[in-house]
């Protein structure tokens, strides 16, 4: 094994906090496959983090030669933890009596579950920059964890997921076509708190769009997605040309059944089999263990549920929730065309929807009834056009006969065309469900 530099964070705040330093750094120098071990002076810092309340911490930095893999390195030092008292695996935050964090391993990056170098935040705690310096680290040149990381070729996408699953990571894919707004953050936020890793893909799909649709006009604002995607934890953004999505002799579609046959299918032909395509070939790419996607395009989600089915990724499809401005519409990136008046009358989607959803709850069980609720308050703005409006089962929204229901999704699609150009908007809601 070649000898390489790495670095230690050191602290203790338990014990006899001092003993137990000295202790790890004694117990460290005589690891064979460990030299030339060096330590800073020991400071004391106040507890960082949202754990429970607790004592100050004395922390320092190791500086040392080792022939030793990193994840053997790793190792050692929560052997060395685990004899100090430390209850491993351990809650985050909690007192310890010993916490010994790997920071830098050569120049390498090491993404698994169990290690991450470099250390992520190291560079925002003064308890550990200050004794770097003090060990004559140039703190400026060391390297520093940046994300999210942002790919072009799917090739390099494709390796950067293949280093997550082979860390055993668990991988969350949110696949969006830009123009990100609070809607996206949500889904974003979301597979933050359940996942791993998070990828985030930006590619405004052509096999989408028929022709005469507003592909060329589609809203594209990749620098303040990347910022959107930063602010909500992203690790990377796969963000491809037309081009390195489809090369110039692609020519594998993927056809969509019943689900993609009605209301979106019938008023757009061929735009789900588009959306299964790019879902396909994303989800082949990343093999996401969780992919999220936002309730507000229902029917896509119920095309994607039976294509993750029947193709067999093992991923498992995450639907999330709504997100809505105070007054009920639901954002979409095609809101920002809307003019003033559209903007105000568009409100009526959602006042519809609503209307029949109140009706429900109170004791409706007619399908044509709560229908015919739903269409007289759209029948009071004449500015929007509805396309359609239709109740369908949950989750695969098939078709519901005639009578007494227990429940549904109430779907409808207007155009409103006064503003800086003609806006398609959606919108669903569930009869049963407050807010969805």
């Not at 770097?132 to 040149?141: K, T």
């Amino acid at each position: 094994m070649r000898d390489t530099t790495a670095y230690l964070a050191l602290g203790s705040n338990e014990g006899d906090r001092a003993a137990q330093l000295q202790r790890a750094l004694e117990r460290l120098r005589a690891v064979p496959g460990v030299h030339d071990l060096r330590a800073s002076a020991f400071r004391e810092s106040a507890f960082v983090g949202d754990g429970p309340p607790q004592g100050p911490y004395l922390n320092g930095v190791a500086r040392l030669r080792t022939t030793l893999p990193a994840h053997a390195l790793l190792g050692v030092c929560q052997a060395l933890e685990a004899e100090a008292g430390r209850k491993l695996p351990a809650p985050r935050h909690h007192p310890r009596p010993l916490d010994l964090d790997l920071l830098f391993y050569g120049d390498e990056e090491i993404d698994t579950r169990e290690l991450t170098v470099p250390h992520p935040r190291w560079h925002q705690r003064p308890f550990v920059v200050e004794p770097l310096r003090e060990l004559g680290a140039d703190v400026e040149a060391l390297p520093r964890w940046r994300r999210p990381l942002s790919f072009e070729t799917a090739a390099e996408f494709a390796a950067r997921c293949s280093t997550w699953h082979a860390g055993a990571l668990v991988v969350g894919l949110v696949p969006t076509m830009g123009a990100l707004h609070a809607g996206h953050a949500s889904l974003l936020r979301r597979a933050r708190e359940e996942c791993d890793r998070v990828a985030a893909t930006i590619f405004v799909n052509p096999l989408q769009f028929a022709p005469g649709e507003d592909f060329a006009a589609y809203p594209r604002t990749l620098a303040a997605d990347l910022r959107l995607c930063a602010e909500a934890g992203v690790d990377a953004v796969f963000a491809p040309t037309v081009g390195a999505m489809y090369d110039p002799e692609f020519c594998s579609h993927v056809a969509t059944g019943s689900a993609a046959e009605t209301m979106e299918g019938a008023v757009r032909p061929g735009h789900f089999a588009g959306i299964a395509t790019v879902v396909t070939r994303l989800l082949a790419l990343a093999r996401p263990t969780r992919a999220y996607f936002g309730e507000k395009d229902a029917q896509q989600l119920a095309v994607i549920r039976r294509l993750v089915q029947d193709v067999g990724f093992p991923t498992a499809v995450v639907p999330c929730a709504i997100v809505r401005e105070p007054d009920g519409l639901a954002l979409s990136s095609r809101n920002v065309y809307l003019g003033a008046d559209d903007r105000r009358a568009s409100t009526v989607l959602f006042r519809a929807l609503a209307s029949a959803q109140l009706a429900f709850r109170r004791g409706e069980r007619d399908r044509d009834a709560l229908l015919q609720r739903a269409h007289a308050v759209l029948a009071t703005e004449p500015r929007a056009e509805v396309d359609y409006l239709e109740l369908r089962r949950e989750h695969d929204l098939r078709p519901l006969p005639a009578g007494a229901i227990d429940g549904g999704r109430m779907l409808v699609a207007a155009r409103f065309r006064d503003g800086v150009r003609p806006v398609r908007l959606l919108d669903n809601l569930s009869l049963g469900a407050a807010g969805t």
